[in-house]
């Protein structure tokens, strides 16, 4: 079964520093999806990424995927307070179409 | 457009009795999945749902049931609940099945079995 390891997983920066949070797959990645999460709540949808070499943008988040290293980078450009929590990368399974594995998750603290 | 809702956000069980979990998708989608998350195990999923019919299933004992309705709204049931099952269960919800689709999540439903 598909693996999904995240790295690091938890990371202090101070507030206006960048961050750069990683997800390397066990097996042939067919799409990665980027959640954030907040603790005990539901996850909030950031990016799906489907071809080798997409890249997407959404306010300071910028999200890669690197099909030959197997592996998406998640890079947070001078981070603020409103960025800490959880960020969860899955991936669908390589069985199936839809079902999604999801790695540990890697806890964000941004200090003042 | 309406986000994904789940009902209730909170329970507490006791030991042996049995849960029933619903979720309201986005307006438009019709492929449910839930997934349980715990802290050792993470998130894991289920089953999934489209077109009231079960698509697929993780890898959880037969005690862990679902269905969807024909307005793509759908429960999950769990019976003979034991402490284990105290997580986070959460429901997403897409327009298909295709891997391009994007998946949305609930709030979440908290479980607590005592």
């Known amino acids: 079964s598909q693996e999904l390891e995240q790295s690091p997983q938890s990371l202090i920066v101070q507030e206006g520093k960048n961050l750069t949070i990683n997800c390397t797959s066990s097996?042939?990645?067919?799409?990665l999806y980027w959640y954030k999460q907040k603790y005990g709540e539901g996850l909030i949808f950031l990016m799906m990424?489907?071809?080798?070499?997409e890249e997407k943008s959404h306010e300071k988040i910028t999200a890669k995927l690197d099909e030959k290293k197997q592996q998406s980078s998640l890079h947070i450009t001078a981070s603020q307070p409103s960025h800490a929590g959880i960020y969860l990368c899955?991936?669908?399974?390589?069985?199936?179409?839809?079902?999604?594995?999801f790695g540990k998750g890697t806890m964000l603290l941004v200090s003042p | 457009k309406a986000g994904v809702t789940q009902t209730p956000r909170y329970l507490i069980k006791t030991r042996g009795q049995q849960v029933t979990l619903s979720c309201s998708p986005i307006?438009?989608?019709?492929?449910v999945s839930w997934y349980q998350q715990t802290p050792g195990q993470g998130l894991q999923f289920l089953f999934e749902?489209?077109?009231?019919?079960?698509?697929n299933k993780g890898n959880f004992p037969g005690r862990f049931s679902g269905r969807q309705f024909s307005n793509s709204r759908s429960e999950m049931n769990v019976s003979t609940l034991e402490l284990g099952d105290s997580a986070l269960y959460l429901c997403?919800?897409?327009?298909?099945?295709?891997?391009?689709?994007?998946?949305?999540f609930g709030p979440g439903t908290r479980l607590t079995v005592t």
């Open positions: 990424l489907q071809k080798g070499g």
């Open positions: 997403a919800s897409r327009q298909g099945l295709a891997v391009n689709y994007e998946q949305y």
């Open positions: 097996k042939t990645l067919y799409g």
């Open positions: 307006s438009g989608h019709r492929s």
């Open positions: 899955g991936a669908p399974s390589s069985s199936g179409y839809s079902t999604l594995t």
């Open positions: 749902y489209f077109s009231e019919t079960q698509r």
